[in-house]
């Protein structure tokens, strides 16, 4: 079946500009999660919806950064002004909650250039 | 939130297992242990998971000790597709909770 699905995979913009980033999990999904990997490190945890619960933003760098997930289906990350810093690949996972073990399904994310 | 420790990178040659232990001393009762595999320009995907003692299937084996604290994946017979960064997650996604990984590690496969 479809997997997660990001778009744009790839974006570039100027300093300053505000950017929005999709995620479509895969259908079903409850969950879903977002997280942010510059260029050789590991995954930075942002952001986790879970269905129509209050979403956990624990990780959201600064203000800057928001997103929002209507019901159980796409998810939106927007960044505003952005920064040089900003630049990374951002990834979006789903999974679902039918069992506590249930892995999380990645997309293979959007890369953000800031120049 | 149970944080894990993973070797920075490892080397290794082709037909050769290759064993990459994580560490997780504060694993809660409801964890499960989840190993992931990252190739350039990819999301992470998948391998192996397991609760306690010794998971096996078509790509990999993941063993348990009795205390949870550590967990060891295995590759068998590894070739030069496997080289990819590997993550160890420790966390319960059933429950809604927040999951956060470790650093990884870089697995380096030659000839």
């Known amino acids: 079946g479809a997997g997660v699905s990001q778009s744009p995979s790839n974006k570039v913009t100027e300093k300053g500009k505000d950017v929005e980033l999709r995620c479509d999990p895969i259908?079903?999904?409850?969950?879903l999660y977002w997280y942010r990997q510059r260029l050789g490190q590991g995954l930075e945890f942002l952001i986790y919806f879970q269905g129509n619960s209050a979403p956990d933003k624990s990780g959201l760098p600064s203000d800057r950064f928001s997103a929002e997930r209507t019901g159980e289906s796409v998810s939106t990350l927007t960044i505003q002004r952005t920064q040089q810093e900003d630049s990374a690949v951002y990834l979006c996972?789903?999974?679902?909650?039918?069992?506590?073990?249930?892995?999380?399904?990645f997309g293979n994310g959007t890369r953000l250039t800031v120049t | 939130l149970a944080k894990t420790t993973q070797p920075i990178s490892m080397d290794s040659y082709e037909g050769q297992e290759v064993n990459i232990t994580c560490s997780h001393n504060?694993?809660?009762?409801?964890?499960?242990i989840t190993w992931y595999q990252q190739f350039p320009s990819q999301g992470p995907r998948f391998i192996i998971q397991?609760?306690?003692t010794k998971v096996t299937n078509e790509v990999a084996s993941l063993f348990i000790p009795a205390d949870r604290k550590s967990s060891t994946l295995s590759l068998p017979r590894v070739s030069l597709s496997d080289t990819a960064v590997y993550y160890c997650?420790?966390?319960?996604?059933?429950?809604?909770?927040?999951?956060?990984f470790g650093t990884g590690t870089q697995l380096k496969v030659e000839l």
């Open positions: 997650l420790v966390g319960s996604t059933g429950g809604g909770n927040k999951l956060t």
């Open positions: 996972a789903s999974s679902t909650r039918d069992r506590k073990n249930s892995p999380l399904h």
């Open positions: 259908s079903g999904h409850t969950a």
């Open positions: 504060n694993i809660a009762t409801n964890d499960y």
């Open positions: 397991g609760y306690k």
